[in-house]
């Protein structure tokens, strides 16, 4: 590879095949997916032999591909001052915001910009600086996708330590709301250890005890509101394995309504009734423990109140 101010050249190796440009960058650029090659195309940041590069270019062997310094630039995840969301809670070593169902804690991508995140770094961009990796945006624990509520971050290194510090020592308190199928009659406890599905990562399974690839997790609930086939539980916390609560629920026979991974088709819901209430955390700088409080939205609470009326009209029928 040759190097120029502002560019870099690759020299096709004699006798390569032909192959589409977008595909020769995602495999000799370090880090390039094929989107962000062709992005970078349609700029016009890339050149074949000296001429700016159309999309479905195809490289042949021994062409020079001139290459902007900026595709080699480690990317990074984008504000987006557009997304718009209810913060809980602000000081200067804090942030909690009422995270959405249907909306990403942090990005998988950097490309992507509707997540939480991308939020973050339009109201601090300081919170890009603090952790590997750049795509959490200063968050100190996640909630899944289609789970809403409180969603906490740092915006200081001592902050972000230290409220790291407290969810790794199990010394966060976290109370949930969930609707689960089924009438669940008494207060109870699960505390099965929790590991990756063997066949499927991005599930979770329940394990014996002395599994190896079993972490500990231990889940209380507390019903309150029943009715004949669903019940509304309040649920606490304080390990955080992935997907804790759906898995620990729906190996009891109460998933969770509206759960498209480990719940059923009894009770139809259009998300995962699943909402992260409150959070109590010790304070960075002050030392206090600070509570902090997520009302139940407007979709959970349709569901809720639909649940309700269809009983009232069973009642009165």
Not at 17 to 23: G, I, S, T
Not at 44 to 69: M, S
Not at 90 to 108: T, Y
């Amino acid at each position: 590879m040759e190097q120029e101010s502002g560019r870099r050249t690759i020299r096709v190796t004699a006798g390569s095949a032909p192959v589409r440009l977008d595909v020769f960058l995602a495999q000799h650029v370090p880090d390039c997916s094929r989107r962000t090659a062709q992005r970078a195309i349609a700029a016009g940041e890339v050149r074949i032999n000296g001429r700016l590069a159309r999309k479905g270019a195809l490289v042949r062997a021994e062409d020079l591909i001139h290459v902007a310094d900026a595709l080699y630039a480690p990317p990074l995840l984008q504000p987006n001052p557009r997304l718009a969301l209810r913060v809980l809670y602000e000081d200067d070593a804090m942030i909690a915001v009422d995270k959405p169902a249907g909306m990403p804690s942090q990005a998988l991508r950097m490309h992507e910009r509707e997540t939480v995140a991308n939020f973050l770094l339009a109201r601090h961009p300081e919170v890009a600086a603090l952790e590997q990796g750049g795509r959490e945006a200063g968050l100190v624990h996640r909630l899944d996708i289609d789970t809403s509520g409180v969603l906490l971050a740092a915006r200081t290194p001592a902050a972000y330590r230290s409220l790291r510090q407290q969810f790794s020592r199990h010394q966060v308190g976290k109370e949930y709301v969930a609707l689960v199928e089924g009438v669940v009659h008494a207060t109870g406890v699960v505390d099965t250890p929790i590991a990756h599905d063997r066949r499927n990562p991005s599930r979770m399974r329940i394990t014996a005890p002395d599994d190896p690839h079993g972490r500990p997790a231990v889940t209380h609930f507390r019903p309150e509101e029943r009715h004949d086939n669903w019940t509304l539980l309040r649920v606490r916390i304080l390990t955080g394995v992935m997907h804790q609560i759906r898995v620990h629920l729906a190996s009891i026979g109460h998933p969770i309504v509206g759960d498209r991974v480990y719940g059923t088709s009894a009770v139809r819901a259009p998300r995962q009734c699943l909402h992260a209430a409150s959070l109590a955390v010790i304070h960075p700088t002050s030392g206090a423990t600070v509570e902090i409080r997520s009302p139940l939205p407007a979709d959970f609470a349709g569901v809720l109140h639909g649940r309700r009326r269809a009983k009232r009209a069973v009642a009165h029928g």
